[in-house]
């Protein structure tokens, strides 16, 4: 039975969809106006891990996941850079997609962008207006947080409680501080759209509740992000979306931890800031996949390099492990382990997606492979469950030989075609002679040259091969 921690009731709850056998989930997505830090990566990573567990286990899920491509952040890094807004946005937009392909995580099935959903968005603000929810003030409209009994209901606070730790804006006009703005009047020279109240562009809140609303219909079973938007992101949408008609809009709400750098805030200015492109620069994708579910996703998550490095060793391990069983060959029974780790497997990823525990599963089977003359059963095993976390192995070899080591091979072999495992084969043969020769100039230019490339050469008892540095 799948369990999962619903922050709007606080506790763990059996996960039923509305539609049985079927999952509408929805993350909020980046707003594109910079690269996004590893805090965002491992919010984006652990609810793909969710998101492929729920496939795992026979749910056929519908993930929407939006691009928030107007906002005010957007407006004024366009003006410092002297960008068109349009423009700014769909180059960090591409770069987004560029880092989470990299990261291993799987495309959305539906990935909007807010302004291309612009006429959803108006009819949701005019209903919140009709049904007196909402007020226009100069050309904007605001959300009349008083009118809406249920305001508070994600985070547990009630309007009062919510205000005196809010950052008030001072508004004079707005009936309650806490109001906030569901359509923005438009300032001259900013990206605008025509509505009732003249010339503007949605909030934020809003682009969510219509987005959600309009892919996934209502309600839908899982909206996630990290818990720095329960309040006010998610209490916003939930009230917009609510008031607008007697619908529920989200049944399950899973929030990430926030991630600290060496136990610090991630702080730009105090230099302890991260970027995912950078880190993706000196370790490669699984590793960082399995620092981060290291850590259950609902707990503070600390990032230091020597965390680092020791799931870069940890990832070693586990290579070495598949590798030597398919050296060693052979078939032990390993059917009891592997059905042992299969279940402890899913019964700590059905207890809230707990991926630490998931995790012990799999390093008991590796131990027991280690142990044994190899076994088939066991490498399909880890591949698969490895997989369910989104730590694809199964191409490591290929991944490790990038397509760099061919013109190596040709300049240091005379290595004619263009295939790299082929290419791999003959710079380690080349080298082995070269040992053989006791010509050491050449072999530890092989060595370096590989190095240079990522890849380090790992000499054992069968003979040679390459590993990723
Ligand atoms: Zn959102």
New binding site residues.
Partial sequence: MLRLYNTLTRSKEEFKPAKPGQVGF????PTVYNDIHIGNARTFIVFDVVRRYLIWRGYQVTFVQ?I?DVDDKIIDRAKTAGMAPAELAADYDAAYRQVMEALGVLAPDIQPHATAEIEEMIKLASCLVESGHAYELEGSVYFDVRSDPDYGKLSHRDIDQLKSGARIEVDVAKHDPLDFAVWKAAKPGEPAWDSPWGQGRPG??L???TM?AKYLGLPFDI?A?GND?IFP??EN?IAQAECCGDREFAHYWLHSGMLTIDQAKMSKSEGNYLLLKDVLQIVNPQALRLLMLQTHYRSPFDYSPARLDEAKAALARIREALRNAEWKGGQADLHAACATARQAFQEAMDDDFNTAQALAALYDLIGALNKSEGSGEAVDTLLELLGVLGIDLRSSAEDAYSPAVVPLAAELTGYPGDIAAEAVELLLERRAAARADKDFELADRIRDRLAELGLGIKDTAQGSRLEPL
């Fill in positions: 929805y993350l909020c997505g939006n928030t934020w809140h682009e969510c509740s959600a909206h992000g938007l992101h998610h949408e």
